[in-house]
Nanobody, 128 residues
């Protein structure tokens, strides 16, 4: 069982930056692929970014490429999402997700149903 706790959300003006953190419980964090998703009011949850268990492979949704950066620190059991050049359309609740990944090839899953564990979410609001 993995518990995920997000932090770092808040209110920021357009063009600003925020860094989200997701702290995971357990001793096998390095065996999990991690992802960030977001859900805006009235919309479905959508993929934002993912990182492989070793941090060597990363994936981004097209609208955040060049603005968001995902990273992880396996020694701290934490995954980060650095968000820059924020836009009002980035406003959403951001969720951290984890899935155990022990195969030979590392993965960066993009679909929400690929993930086993979810955090409670952190609100990001970008004002224009």
């Amino acid at each position: 069982q993995v518990q995920l706790v997000e932090s770092g959300g808040g209110l920021v003006q357009a063009g600003g930056s925020l860094r989200l953190s997701c702290a995971a419980s357990g001793r096998t964090f390095s065996s999990y692929a991690m992802g960030w998703f977001r859900q805006a009011p009235g919309k479905e949850r959508e993929f934002v970014s993912a990182i492989s268990r070793n941090g060597g492979s990363k994936a981004y949704e097209d609208s955040v490429k060049g603005r968001f950066t995902i990273s992880r620190d396996n020694a701290k059991n934490t995954v980060y999402l650095q968000m820059s050049s924020l836009k009002p359309e980035d406003t959403a609740v951001y969720y951290c997700a984890a899935v155990r990944d022990v195969g030979v090839a590392v993965r960066t899953p993009r679909r929400s149903y690929d993930y086993e564990y979810w955090g409670q979410g952190t609100q990001v609001t970008v004002s224009s």
